[in-house]
Every structure is written in C-alpha cells, then in structure tokens.
C-alpha cells in the first residue's frame, strides 16, 4: 500500500511542475496595431511634397481591409492606394499627384491579423515655395 502512495505522490508532483511549466511558456498577445513609424513623421513640416507615403506598425496588417486616405487642408478626402509589394507590417502608397502648401492629414485603418482594427492620423504640413 505505501508503494501505490508513493507512486501517486510523485505522479501528482509531476503533474505539478508540468502545469507550472506549460503557465510559463510566453504566448503573444492580442493587441492593437500601433504605429512605430512614418514617413512623413507625424507634426512634420516639408518643404516639398512627398513621393509616397509609409507608415510602419508593430504587428501584421491585412492589406486588403486596410485604409488610407489623405485628407487636404480643405478637407478633401483621397483615398489611396496601398502599394501591393508592401513589407506586412507596413501600408505604403505613392501619392500620384504631389500635395500643395498646406495642412494635411495621413488617415489610416488598419486590420492587423489578430483581428483588431485601429485607426488614426498623421498631420503633417508643407510649405509654400
């Protein structure tokens, strides 16, 4: 009898210390996709109107529901057009006609792979030649 006691003593602390290991082990988090960096960077002031527009994020994007428009300083909206070839924590897209002087805004939507979407802007200027 204090064979079996034994046995089912260590099976249990076993069992123990692989739960307490399997808790441990890291996982990646859900969360939001949040921007590390842009181009233009957000408050900038340019003094000739960017080629193409880059915003870097810390997790994967679905390209495909992804948004980004930019908005002039009449609040004229442009969607555009997500360049295909991007990296796929990046939405990049040129800009087909250079913005004029003014006060502009880079909105963004993003649906990174986890499943959650967040959305915000890049103000950024260019000045008058």
Do not use: K, Y
Not at 59 to 76: M, Q
């Amino acid at each position: 009898m204090s064979l079996c006691f034994e046995t089912a003593r260590r099976s249990l602390a076993l069992a123990a210390v692989l739960l307490g290991l399997a808790l441990l082990r890291p996982v990646p988090a859900a969360a939001h996709a949040v921007v590390v960096s842009s181009e233009p960077v957000a408050g900038a002031a340019l003094a000739t109107p960017p080629a193409r527009v880059t915003i870097r994020f810390n997790s994967r994007l679905d390209h495909e529901r992804s948004r980004l428009l930019l908005i002039g300083p009449d609040g004229a909206q442009t969607p555009l057009a997500i360049a295909g070839d991007s990296d796929p924590v990046v939405l990049a897209a040129p800009l087909s006609a250079p913005p004029g002087p003014g006060a502009w805004r880079l909105r963004w939507q993003v649906l990174a792979v986890d499943g959650h979407i967040t959305r915000g802007d890049i103000p950024f200027s260019i000045q008058a030649p």
